[in-house]
């Protein structure tokens, strides 16, 4: 068994996020073990990039912290590989298709193979032009995720059917970011999914308190935590270890109550 597919077993997966190098590669080498060992069973780990298009400011702000401190794609890998070696739990790569057609997208999906990445999700990627990606990550054995939007509707039959790993739930239109409030359908949306296929569905964008996390996991099979993390890095800086897994720990304890 594949370790997404386990980390969605006879269970609700909690998926973190953190910006990779923010504040710096040190910190987030040092965090993601903790995060892990907090509850989160997938941590996505977003790649610094100077437009990324889907992020809401905190994210936005997170990518400039991590590049200002000389953060690299292969400075990345390495930090990967070394995290590899604690960590269980899959890992996957956000980032855009940019940075990726500047590395090389072979050199780049053969490097996330060799440094233990278990998917890319690449947002800006639309499902239709996904063709040559998907090729070099089965190659690969690296899961191409995709993503659906509320506004995906006759679409969603076409991409669940098709979807590896876990699909992407995008809870509400516009960027990332906390969000009071999660308004859309989301009980509609995963139906859709389901009619098709059995790949779990987590939600994401917005998800900030236990009691969202709890409501998403409820109707769904997972429930991503980004920009909620990302915020308490940014208040703490390197010393953001302790508060994050506090807060991971309470998410966690509240999608297990499910």
Same mark, same amino acid.
């Given at each position: 068994?594949?370790?997404?597919?386990?980390?969605?077993?006879?269970?609700?997966?909690?998926?973190?996020?953190?910006?990779?190098? &923010?504040?710096?590669?040190? @910190?987030?080498?040092?965090?993601?073990?903790?995060?892990?060992?907090?509850?989160?069973?997938?941590?996505?780990?977003?790649?610094?990039?100077?437009?990324?298009?889907?992020?809401?400011?905190?994210?936005?702000?997170? &990518?400039?912290?991590?590049?200002?401190?000389? @953060?690299?794609?292969?400075?990345?890998?390495?930090?990967?590989?070394? $995290?590899?070696?604690?960590?269980?739990?899959?890992?996957?790569?956000?980032?855009?298709?940019?940075?990726?057609?500047?590395?090389?997208?072979?050199?780049?999906?053969?490097?996330?193979?060799?440094?233990?990445?278990?998917?890319?999700?690449?947002?800006?990627?639309?499902?239709?032009?996904?063709?040559?990606?998907?090729?070099?990550?089965?190659?690969?054995?690296?899961?191409?995720?995709?993503?659906?939007?509320? @506004?995906?509707?006759?679409?969603? %039959?076409?991409?669940?059917?098709?979807?590896?790993?876990?699909?992407?739930? $995008?809870?509400?239109?516009?960027? @990332?970011? $906390?969000?009071?409030?999660?308004?859309?359908?989301?009980?509609?949306?995963?139906?859709?999914?389901?009619?098709? !296929?059995?790949?779990?569905?987590?939600?994401?964008?917005?998800? !900030?308190?236990? $009691?969202?996390?709890?409501?998403?996991?409820?109707?769904?099979?997972?429930?991503?935590?980004?920009?909620?993390?990302?915020?308490?890095?940014?208040? %703490?800086?390197?010393?953001?270890?302790?508060?994050?897994?506090?807060?991971?720990?309470?998410?966690?304890?509240?999608?297990?109550?499910?």
């Amino acid at each position: 068994m594949s370790r997404i597919k386990s980390a969605f077993e006879n269970k609700k997966a909690l998926i973190a996020f953190v910006t990779g190098g &923010d504040p710096d590669l040190e @910190t987030t080498e040092a965090l993601i073990p903790q995060i892990a060992e907090a509850g989160a069973d997938l941590i996505e780990i977003g790649i610094p990039f100077s437009d990324p298009i889907a992020e809401g400011i905190v994210i936005q702000e997170a &990518d400039e912290r991590a590049l200002k401190a000389q @953060t690299t794609t292969d400075k990345l890998f390495d930090m990967v590989k070394r $995290v590899r070696e604690k960590v269980e739990i899959p890992l996957v790569f956000m980032t855009y298709i940019n940075p990726v057609y500047t590395y090389g997208t072979e050199r780049f999906i053969k490097k996330c193979a060799e440094c233990g990445i278990d998917g890319v999700i690449i947002p800006d990627v639309p499902f239709e032009e996904r063709g040559e990606v998907l090729d070099i990550c089965e190659a690969q054995g690296v899961a191409l995720i995709s993503m659906i939007a509320p @506004t995906s509707k006759e679409r969603i %039959h076409m991409i669940a059917r098709e979807a590896k790993g876990f699909l992407y739930c $995008v809870s509400s239109l516009g960027v @990332t970011g $906390v969000r009071s409030k999660i308004t859309t359908n989301i009980k509609e949306m995963v139906d859709q999914v389901k009619a098709v !296929s059995d790949i779990p569905c987590a939600i994401g964008f917005g998800i !900030s308190t236990p $009691v969202q996390a709890k409501e998403m996991a409820a109707v769904a099979d997972g429930a991503i935590v980004g920009s909620a993390i990302v915020k308490i890095i940014a208040q %703490h800086g390197k010393n953001c270890i302790k508060p994050v897994c506090a807060y991971v720990k309470e998410i966690k304890a509240a999608v297990a109550t499910v």
